[in-house]
């Protein structure tokens, strides 16, 4: 069966932090890049492919607040555009992929911490953590994982809004560290890029041939 996927934009231009120390790299954009490409390669074979929340700038209800508050409409938002394509397609049909940069540090510094990691909430399907470990697995077979340490059950845990409250499994890829010169120089290479975009492509095949 092919499932319908749904791809999680990073949060938005307005959020701050969320960048390389340089600036060369920024979280909310790189995501979009990689949604965007991933989503084209996603149709091409034949899968049902949405994207939560495709703009970069906040709607208008979000502007003019803090950005906390903006965050929390722009979060409950994302889980409300899911939570809509679940009931339509069916929450057994979808999975939902939040794709986003890790840091080490909130400091504007450069860190040592490398590599790809992914998390499911707490309380997790098991269809999640399948989805969880495919990425990790296919991680490692494509040498991402860096120096992390990877946990014995192949993901970390996270009680991550977007996790939570979306009704199909769901995971949030961390795609390398924004604060790692190494990481930040290979994902902004084009080898880097397709990479990740592949990276994404694999686990989601994996996923769709081996579940129902
Ligand atoms: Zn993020």
Same mark, same amino acid.
């Given at each position: 069966m092919k499932h319908t996927i749904i791809l999680g934009t990073a949060?938005?231009?307005?959020?701050p932090g969320k960048c390389s120390p340089d600036g060369r790299l920024r979280e909310y954009a790189y995501s979009r890049e990689i949604v965007f490409k991933l989503e084209t390669a996603l149709k091409a074979l034949g899968y049902t492919v949405f994207v939560d929340?495709?703009?970069?700038e906040p709607d208008a209800r979000m502007h003019a607040r803090s950005w906390r508050a903006a965050q929390r409409l722009e979060l409950a938002r994302r889980v409300r555009i899911v939570n809509d394509i679940c009931t339509r397609y069916g929450t057994e049909k979808c999975i939902y992929v939040s794709i986003h940069l890790n840091a080490a540090?909130? $400091?504007?510094k450069w860190h040592r911490a490398r590599g790809f990691s992914v998390y499911v909430c707490p309380d997790a399907s098991n269809d999640a953590r399948r989805l969880a470990s495919l990425f990790t697995s296919t991680a490692k077979s494509m040498n991402l994982t860096g120096n992390r340490s990877i946990p014995p059950q192949n993901y970390w845990t996270s009680n991550l809004y977007v996790l939570r409250h979306t009704l199909c499994p769901a995971v949030l890829t961390e795609?390398?560290?924004? $604060?790692?010169r190494d990481d930040v120089d290979f994902l902004l290479s084009d080898e880097g890029r397709q990479a990740i975009v592949n990276l994404h492509l694999n686990a989601i095949e994996a996923y769709s041939k081996c579940c129902r």
């Open positions: 949060h938005l231009s307005t959020t929340y495709r703009s970069a540090g909130a $400091d504007g795609n390398l560290f924004q $604060d790692n």
